[in-house]
């Protein structure tokens, strides 16, 4: 089975509120809020996938410096292994809007558990649960 590296990240705004977005319909888990971001292409680092996802998904501008490694998910779907790495970042240019997600959502960590997420994202949660 493939292992598909995606990365992802909670966005945290002066609140504590983190970020979360939905899938669009005709997308796997359509409907589900997820984390922005994607799969890393071939020759890219994490860092700069993140920060081109951000771009495109968000309209956002960050910078590697102001990504934090936070945890990773890793987990078994049907047809791939997904191994995500979790980004925290506080600090970016511009105001998120949703290019490519149905909606965007800022939310109480305590509160991400009342949203629909993939499965792969359940133990991340409590992880920002715990620490935000
Ligand atoms: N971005 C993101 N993907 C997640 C999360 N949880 C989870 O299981 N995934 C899965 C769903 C997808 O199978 C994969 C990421 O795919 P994606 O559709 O976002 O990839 P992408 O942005 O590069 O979009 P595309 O060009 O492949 O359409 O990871 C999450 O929290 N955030
Ligand atoms: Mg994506």
Redesign the pocket.
């Known amino acids: 089975m493939k292992t ?1 590296l ?3 990240a909670a966005l945290i705004d002066n609140d504590g509120r983190v970020l979360i977005a939905q ?1 669009p319909e005709g ?3 359509a409907g589900q809020w ?6 890393v292409e071939e020759g890219e680092t994490p860092e700069a996938a993140l920060i081109r ?1 951000l771009e ?2 968000l309209g956002i501008t960050t910078k590697a410096a102001c990504l934090a490694p936070f945890v990773f ?1 890793s ?1 078994t ?1 049907e047809t ?1 292994h ?1 191994l ?1 790495p ?1 980004y925290l970042i506080r600090r970016w240019e511009g105001t998120a809007r949703a290019l ?1 997600h149905t909606a965007l959502k800022w939310v109480k960590p305590k509160d991400l558990r009342d949203y629909p ?5 359940a133990p ?1 949660v409590a992880y920002l649960v715990d620490f935000l």
């Open positions: 598909v995606v990365v992802a899938r997308k796997s888990l997820e984390f922005p971001g994607g799969k996802e495109e998904e998910a987990h779907y791939f997904l995500m979790l490519e997420m993939p499965p792969a994202d991340l």
